[in-house]
């Protein structure tokens, strides 16, 4: 196992994470152990090799703050794609203690601005927080030609803030214990909380268990998730929902075809948001036998060592 020390006041290997990052021979058949001292960094992060782990030492920010209207180096907008402040592609990696983050969104104005795009399998992080306004966690499909992959992310114990799609994509990810912090930036517009883009041959997208929704925002403003595909897969099993839920719980973004394609269900929620009432009939209210189906060992096909 290598170790290395990432330092701002020069006191480790590296005064920046993505030179120690660089500094990682290609096709390392050791373990990369990263080991990042207290600090903002601002860098534009691109972690791509794989069978590493990162450890924030204090009070870790990986910190950027592109958007998607900014122009590039062309002159045209540069996408949701690039605004990120952090690429992981590299698989088998582990995180904990790092604070993500894309700083552009705060005023509202400036559209998505990713804090931390995924492509990668055993994805895992625990007591991180992800922090932006629109598109805050961005978490991807493999390649084309990576589709041996299966893009597996897990995260325990994480803070994921945001106000509009801002957890979305199209992995299979797996959320214990995290507290979802619906942000009120855009007051003028409602708010989603997730966006999947399910493929259809997957059984589950992203499966949130015993998590906090919370918010500041007004009541019954805020949606579970809307389809940015047409097979999203979005289950809330054994979570408290604060009363910024709305209580149709959720939107099919206008799309009334994905009624009968998407998979959006809940199980033993509880709290204010959590009455199913009202809920959109094209939603599902699962049955305990049911929700077994999206345990943590169900989803990841009971493959769940690395998520220890």
Same mark, same amino acid.
């Given at each position: 196992?290598? @170790?290395?020390?990432?330092?701002?006041s020069?006191?480790g290997?590296f005064?920046s994470?993505?030179?120690?990052?660089d500094?990682?021979p290609?096709?390392?058949a050791?373990?990369?152990?990263?080991?990042?001292?207290p600090?903002v960094?601002?860098e534009k992060?691109?972690?791509?090799?794989p069978d590493?782990?990162?450890?924030?030492?204090?009070e870790?920010?990986?910190?950027?703050?592109?958007y998607?209207?900014?122009?590039?180096?062309?002159g045209?907008?540069?996408?949701?794609?690039?605004?990120?402040?952090?690429?992981i @592609?590299?698989?088998?990696i582990r995180?904990?203690?790092?604070?993500f983050?894309?700083t552009?969104?705060e005023?509202g104005k400036?559209?998505?601005?990713?804090?931390?795009?995924?492509?990668?399998?055993?994805?895992?992080?625990?007591n991180?927080?992800?922090?932006?306004a629109?598109?805050?966690?961005?978490?991807?499909?493999?390649k084309?030609e990576?589709?041996?992959?299966?893009?597996?992310?897990?995260f325990?114990?994480?803070?994921?803030?945001g106000?509009?799609?801002?957890i979305f994509g199209?992995?299979?990810?797996?959320?214990?214990?995290?507290?979802?912090i619906s942000l009120n930036v855009?007051?003028e517009?409602n708010?989603?909380i997730t966006?999947?883009?399910t493929?259809?041959d997957?059984?589950?997208?992203?499966v949130?268990?015993?998590?906090r929704?919370?918010?500041?925002a007004?009541?019954?403003?805020?949606y579970?998730g809307?389809p940015?595909?047409?097979?999203?897969?979005?289950?809330?099993?054994?979570c408290?929902?604060?009363?910024?839920i709305?209580?149709e719980?959720?939107?099919d973004?206008?799309?009334?075809s994905v009624?009968?394609?998407?998979?959006?269900?809940?199980?033993?929620n509880?709290?204010p948001?959590?009455?199913?009432n009202?809920?959109?009939?094209?939603?599902?209210?699962?049955?305990?036998h049911?929700a077994?189906?999206?345990?943590?060992e169900a989803?990841?096909?009971?493959?769940?060592d690395w998520?220890r």
């Open positions: 196992m290598r @170790t290395i020390w990432v330092s701002k020069g006191g290997d005064t994470v993505q030179a120690a990052i500094s990682i290609e096709g390392a050791e373990e990369t152990v990263l080991f990042i001292e600090g960094y601002k992060l691109r972690i791509h090799k590493l782990r990162l450890y924030g030492v204090g870790v920010r990986l910190v950027y703050d592109d998607a209207p900014k122009p590039g180096s062309d045209a907008p540069m996408g949701t794609y690039a605004s990120c402040s952090t690429y @592609t590299g698989d088998n995180v904990e203690n790092i604070i983050e894309n552009a969104g005023s400036v559209g998505q601005a990713v804090a931390l795009y995924v492509d990668a399998d055993k994805a895992v992080f625990k991180c927080s992800f922090l932006a629109q598109d805050t966690l961005y978490l991807a499909k493999p084309e990576k589709q041996n992959r299966s893009g597996r992310n897990y325990e114990h994480c803070r994921i803030a106000d509009i799609d801002f199209s992995a299979t990810a797996y959320f214990e214990e995290c507290e979802i855009q007051k517009i708010g989603y966006a999947a883009a493929p259809e997957k059984e589950a997208g992203f949130f268990h015993r998590c929704m919370v918010s500041d007004a009541a019954n403003s805020v579970l809307r940015w595909r047409d097979y999203a897969r979005t289950v809330f099993m054994d408290w929902m604060g009363g910024h709305r209580r719980g959720w939107d973004w206008g799309k009334p009624n009968h394609t998407v998979h959006y269900a809940e199980y033993g509880d709290g948001g959590a009455d199913t009202a809920r959109v009939s094209w939603s599902k209210q699962l049955l305990e049911e077994g189906s999206f345990s943590l989803v990841f096909g009971g493959d769940t998520t």
